[in-house]
């Protein structure tokens, strides 16, 4: 189960953050500075010291992770390292376990046709040798979570949070998070169960030659840390009936107060999906206007 757990941890954030967003709303986002630059320097309202606001993604090929001399600096400057979830807390993993299986008894072959099911059964041995056993006592968003990863084709991929995660071990820094893993997953419940298990079949039954895979264009976005291109990509993705609101709005409007209640105590490197980033509801506009200026780094 060890193995299964360390699948939710690695790409819970990557599924919120990149593939269920739809049908959002079209905003005007010209006020925003158009800068490529996937860290931020936040300053004013009286802040002490600057914290700092990167973007993520939170699964990558090995060749294509960037960090940079200005990414170093601005983490060795800080005192504290904000995920999304604190994924340095033990009881973390153990919450995301529980929240994937399905409590009520429930079998997932109860969600799907005799045939389907054993399509899904054949997947999932396939790429994750994942034994039908565990496979029966999950819920379709769990599905969902361990298929994140299905366009990244490498064989070395690294995690931003679990590197950041380990250099701030080593400098002894504070890790937080920014909510709490029931939080991300009562995201993931409110999906309707049928949309969700239309989607696994179609991951599973579309071949990969016809089959949209958008990750190749989030991370050539990424690499050039145009992340007003790569919002677009997110913002024009489709799912199935899962709003862009939910997903990002109301977590960045959540987490500003958060952020500047962390904020307040010491410098902090924030770290948090690059979609979150851009847009008019994006963390950098809330910040802005909360009063506090937030600009690019470059170098």
């Known amino acids: 189960m060890h193995t299964l757990l360390k699948y939710f941890l690695g790409v819970i954030c990557l599924l919120v953050g990149f593939k269920l967003t739809l049908k959002a709303q079209t905003k005007d986002i010209v006020i925003l500075e158009k800068t490529n630059s996937l860290l931020w320097k936040i300053t004013g309202n009286q802040m002490k010291q600057p914290s700092y606001l990167f973007g993520t993604m939170h699964l990558i090929c090995k060749e294509d992770y960037i960090w940079t001399a200005a990414m170093e600096k601005a983490f060795q400057a800080s005192n504290e390292l904000c995920l999304e979830m604190d994924m340095d807390d033990p009881m973390v993993m153990l919450q995301i376990a529980q929240g994937m299986v399905d409590a009520s008894g429930k079998s997932l072959s109860e969600y799907f046709s005799t045939e ?6 054949q997947y999932f041995y396939n790429k994750l040798q994942l034994s039908n056993t565990i496979l029966a006592s999950l819920k379709p968003t769990a599905l969902m979570i361990l298929m ?9 991929k690294l995690s931003y949070e679990t590197e950041l995660m380990q250099e701030a071990q080593k400098l002894k820094m504070n890790i937080v998070g920014l909510e709490t893993p029931h939080e991300q997953l009562k995201l993931l419940e409110n999906a309707p169960a049928d949309s969700i298990v239309a989607a696994i079949l179609k991951m599973i039954k579309t071949p990969k030659s016809t089959d949209d895979n958008d990750y190749p264009a989030l991370v050539a976005a990424y690499k050039k840390q145009n992340i007003s291109k790569l919002y677009m990509l997110i913002k024009n993705s489709e799912q199935n009936n899962i709003s862009l609101n939910a997903f990002l709005d109301e977590r960045n409007m959540k987490w500003i107060e958060r952020m500047e209640e962390r904020m307040d105590q010491r410098p902090t490197f924030f770290a948090v999906g690059a979609g979150h980033l851009w847009g008019i509801n994006g963390l950098i506009q809330l910040l802005k206007e909360k009063g506090y200026k937030v600009t690019p780094m470059l170098k």
Request: negative net charge; contains cysteine; proline residues 0%.
């Open 116 to 121: 389907d099911y054993s399509l899904v059964q």
């Open 148 to 156: 994140a990863t299905d366009g990244i084709t490498c064989s070395e």
